[in-house]
Each structure stands twice: as structure tokens, then as C-alpha cells.
């Protein structure tokens, strides 16, 4: 598997000051969402967008702009918190560039005051992954794989290097937005393109661990297969996320080839059973134990969206994993349950935005 590591095009962009910074104010609790917007395209015509994103299509334009990002606004108010809170990062799937970006943090998302914003590779990509944060983004980087077994190029792989604590708690934070291969063309078929996906995350992840056994990394995104998706699939091919078999109860583990598990992520049961040493990555899904789904495939309710936390979340200080929510309101989902996509002229995503709470601990 050939891959390379280009540096991601947008630099660091600011989108207005406050008189205190976010880790001068002791903040406690640390707000992460991720959504998946599904096609977000701005209000100029550069030649990439989709036809019908297309000013000269007659089916696009700027006032449909302004209301799909009004729509980005609501569903992600729909994670609570209140009235006009805001994650403290938003990490965003399938938007055009920066200038959706900048769009959104002075338009709907004023109020979250979001001073930092980058967006990934490559510049012939019409969506790519993208964040915006009140934190400081010190470092930015874009991940590609050069061939996706057989599907062309791969989507990039955005990594983030965030500081979220000031001098007393210093506390620096590696996020990589994904988006993997869609199963458009079946699950099995495309699901080799996922696992190469989940090699050059996991190859990053350990190269990083290495370096820092300290530091917090976690990825989220669209994986386009739940944490799960080895049971969901009967066990008949390996996943690029896979069970931790070294937490696994189940013995029928035991017989399956060792490739299956080295050439995927490995899903950790809980927080303490995140690793990345000796050669070992397992991270854990914050889906365990919880009820919903994020994405509807051919009439199933999935968890295609979501996180995969790195070891140092379930220490008992610095920065811990505290809930997991899912913006699940009613007005987000069409009668039968789906979630409900632009139409055009209204509606919102084909996915639902998810969050990840963290808490500071004392003494972090």
C-alpha cells in the first residue's frame, strides 16, 4: 500500500477576537461534534461542484446558500446544551473550502466565536473534510492514499493538531476528520478501500503514540461502517474496524487469521482498554452501550458517524471521555425515521451530527 503525506492547503484563518481566551477561562467541559453536511457547496461557480451546486444550473444560488447554512446551524443546535450553544470544535465532512468555513463561523455559528479553521486536500476535491475550533490549531496536515484497492485516490484523511489548556493544564490534542469509501458499490466490494483507509490512519496514530506516548489523539467523521460492522457483516470478511480481540470473549476469534485484525483499527471495549504501543493500536467507539444510529443504509439504521478515542481518555485525569450525544430531534428526520436530506430547497443531511463530551479533571 503506497500512501503519502502532503500538507493540507488551508493555513490557519482567523474569524474574531474576545477579550479572554477559551483556556483562560478554565473551561471543564470540552464540546466536539462531527457532521457529515453532505454536499456544502458556496455561492460562487469554480468548475468542481456538483451540477447541481452550479450557479448556471438555475438550481443553486445564493439564497439557497444562506439557507442550507442556516439548516447546518439548527441541526447542530439540535445536540443540546441550549439555546445558541455551540461545540467548542466542529469538525465537518463534505464541505467545498474555506469559504464555506468563514461563511459559517461569522453567519449561523457567530455565537461560537470560532477564531481558527482549516480544511483539507487535495484542491481537485469539489467536499473535503474541514474543522473549525475556538482552540487554537497549532498544526495541520493533510493524509492521502494514491490508490484506494481499485477506487482511485482516497479521500484525505484531515489531521488537526489542537491546544486546549493553557499554562496550569496544558493539554494538546491530535483529531483526524475522516471520510472513508461509500458502499455504493456494496459493503463487502468497497470494504478494502475502508481497511486501506484505516491502515494510513492507524500507521499515523502509531507514528504519533511513538513519538508522544502522552498526547490525546482521537479520529471522527463518516467511516461509512458502524464500529460494529464485523458482527453486522455475519463475520464473513474482515472490517476495517474490527473488535479487539485481545478483549474478545468469544472464542470463535481464535480461528480467524491474524491479517484480519493487523490490517484494520481495533474497537476497544471501553475507555481503559484504549491503546497505542508495542505495535498495537485499539481505540475505543463511544457508541458502546448506547441506542440510535447516525445514517440510514437501504432501510438499516447505522453508525457510520461517530468517534474512535485514543488511550489517555479513561486515565482518571487531563482530559476524560464524559458522554456521547447524538442530534437526533425530530425535526431532523423524515416520516419514516431517515434523516432529512437537502431536497433542493429545504431539509438538512442524509446524516446526523454527533458529539463527544470531555471533561478536565482536577490536577490534569
Not at 447541481?52 to 439540535?78: D, M
Not at 482516497?154 to 494538546?172: F, H, K, M, N, V
Request: proline share 5%.
Amino acid at each position: 500500500m503506497r500512501r503519502r503525506i502532503l500538507l493540507a492547503f488551508a493555513a490557519v484563518c482567523l474569524c474574531g477576537f474576545r477579550c479572554s481566551l477559551p483556556w483562560q477561562e478554565e473551561q471543564k467541559l470540552f464540546v466536539i461534534a462531527s457532521y457529515n453536511v453532505h454536499n456544502l457547496f458556496d455561492d460562487a461557480d469554480n468548475g468542481l461542484e456538483y451540477p447541481e451546486f452550479s450557479l448556471g444550473s438555475g438550481t443553486w444560488n445564493a439564497e439557497l446558500y444562506r439557507k442550507r447554512l442556516e439548516n447546518v446551524g439548527e441541526a447542530l443546535g439540535c445536540l443540546g446544551g441550549g439555546e445558541g450553544s455551540f461545540p467548542d470544535i466542529l469538525c465537518l465532512v463534505e464541505v467545498e473550502g474555506l469559504t464555506v468555513l468563514e461563511d459559517l463561523a461569522s453567519g449561523p455559528l457567530k455565537k461560537a466565536n470560532y477564531r481558527w479553521a482549516a480544511c483539507g486536500g487535495p484542491d481537485t476535491s469539489p467536499i473535503r473534510c474541514a474543522i473549525l475550533s475556538r482552540f487554537p490549531i497549532v498544526g495541520v496536515r493533510s493524509h492521502r492514499l494514491e490508490e484506494s484497492s481499485g477506487f482511485g485516490p482516497g479521500r484525505d484523511i484531515l489531521e488537526a493538531q489542537l491546544e486546549l489548556g493553557g499554562e496550569a493544564a496544558p493539554s494538546r490534542l491530535s483529531i483526524f476528520i475522516c471520510h472513508w469509501k461509500s458502499r455504493k458499490e456494496g459493503e463487502e466490494a468497497t470494504e478494502s478501500a475502508r481497511r486501506a483507509a484505516a491502515g494510513l490512519l492507524r500507521a499515523r496514530m502509531t507514528e504519533l503514540a511513538a513519538v508522544s506516548p502522552e498526547g490525546l489523539m482521537m479520529a471522527c467523521g463518516d467511516f461509512n461502517e458502524s464500529p460494529d460492522e464485523f458482527e453486522r457483516s455475519g463475520r464473513r470478511y474482515p472490517t476495517a474496524l474490527m473488535p479487539d480481540p485481545g478483549q474478545a470473549v468469544d472464542s470463535r476469534y481464535d480461528a480467524l487469521d491474524e491479517e484480519w485484525f493487523e490490517g484494520a483499527l481495533l474497537v476497544a471495549s471501553n475507555t481503559s482498554a484504549a491503546t497505542a504501543g508495542r505495535g498495537r493500536l485499539a481505540l475505543y467507539s463511544p457508541w458502546a452501550g448506547q441506542a440510535g444510529y447516525s445514517y440510514v443504509f437501504r432501510g438499516e439504521k447505522e453508525r457510520l458517524d461517530g468517534f474512535l478515542l485514543g488511550p489517555g481518555f479513561g486515565d482518571a485525569k487531563g482530559l476524560e471521555f464524559d458522554s456521547f450525544l447524538v442530534g437526533n430531534d425530530p425535526k431532523l428526520l423524515d416520516s419514516s425515521g431517515s434523516p432529512l436530506g437537502w431536497t433542493g430547497s429545504s431539509g438538512y443531511s442524509d446524516h446526523l451530527p454527533v458529539a463527544c463530551r470531555l471533561r478536565l479533571e482536577d490536577g490534569g
